[in-house]
Nanobody, 124 residues
Framework: QVEVVESGGGSVQAGGSLRMSCVVR????????TGWFRQAPGKKREEVAG???????GYGDSAKGRFTISRDNVNDTVYLQMNSLKPDDSGVYYC?????????????WGHGYYGQGKQVTVTS
């Protein structure tokens, strides 16, 4: 059974930074695309970023230039560093394993596994 566990998130003022972490347990595939998408009330799901085992990275348009995704292969943890946050970045952030690798190629999330989500609130 695959388990995706996020940590981090929280509340910050506009212009501030937050860092999120994600650990995936129980995934048996040789290659894996891990990333983040977010969901805000009344808005469509939005892809944020993804990174695969080979270091290929994809970013959603809103994340480019402000967010950085990275992975620690030793600890099998993926990080999302979010800088210059805006109120529009608020929402629930889900860490996800994308079996179609969409998140890692700058495309839409395909399907796979995701965690329970963490709230990010950016106040103006």
């Amino acid at each position: 059974q695959v388990e995706v566990v996020e940590s981090g998130g929280g509340s910050v003022q506009a212009g501030g930074s937050l860092r999120m972490s994600c650990v995936v347990r129980g995934y048996r595939g040789s290659r894996r695309c891990t990333g983040w998408f977010r969901q805000a009330p009344g808005k469509k799901r939005e892809e944020v970023a993804g990174i695969d085992n080979d270091g290929n990275i994809g970013y959603g348009d809103s994340a480019k230039g402000r967010f950085t995704i990275s992975r620690d292969n030793v600890n099998d943890t993926v990080y999302l560093q979010m800088n210059s946050l805006k109120p529009d970045d608020s929402g629930v952030y889900y860490c996800a394993v994308d079996l179609e690798f969409g998140l890692c190629e700058g495309r839409k999330w395909g399907h796979g596994y995701y965690g329970q989500g963490k709230q990010v609130t950016v106040t103006s």
